[in-house]
Nanobody
Framework: QVQLEESGGGSVQPGGSLRLSCTASGRGYTGLAMGWFRQTPGKEREFVASITWDGGSTRTADSVKGRFTISREGTKNTMYLQMNNLKPEDTAVYYC???????????????WGQGTQVTVSS
């Protein structure tokens, strides 16, 4: 079973930056496609970005394109989300996800972290 742990959330003013990290551990934690999703109360979980198992291909939601960058340490078990020029509408709980095959945009990944809160407010 794969465990995912996020870190790096917090509070920041509009225009600020944060970097989220996600570390995978446990049996079968290498070679996974990974992604970030976010969720606010009363709304469905929203795709933010994803990256293939080898880091060769990424996808980013239009709402964060040009501001957020997803990356990983090759096939290693750590993934990052660099978030720049943050806006109040980016406030959400951010979840790390991993999948044995696909780095898709649907929230049907095999494994999920517990989430980390990001709050953007002046």
């Amino acid at each position: 079973q794969v465990q995912l742990e996020e870190s790096g959330g917090g509070s920041v003013q509009p225009g600020g930056s944060l970097r989220l990290s996600c570390t995978a551990s446990g049996r079968g934690y290498t070679g996974l496609a990974m992604g970030w999703f976010r969720q606010t109360p009363g709304k469905e979980r929203e795709f933010v970005a994803s990256i293939t198992w080898d880091g060769g291909s990424t996808r980013t939601a239009d709402s964060v394109k040009g501001r957020f960058t997803i990356s990983r340490e090759g096939t290693k078990n750590t993934m990052y989300l660099q978030m720049n020029n943050l806006k109040p509408e980016d406030t959400a709980v951010y979840y790390c996800a991993a999948d044995r095959i696909h780095a898709g945009t649907n929230a049907d990944y095999d494994f999920w972290g517990q989430g980390t809160q990001v709050t953007v407010s002046s």
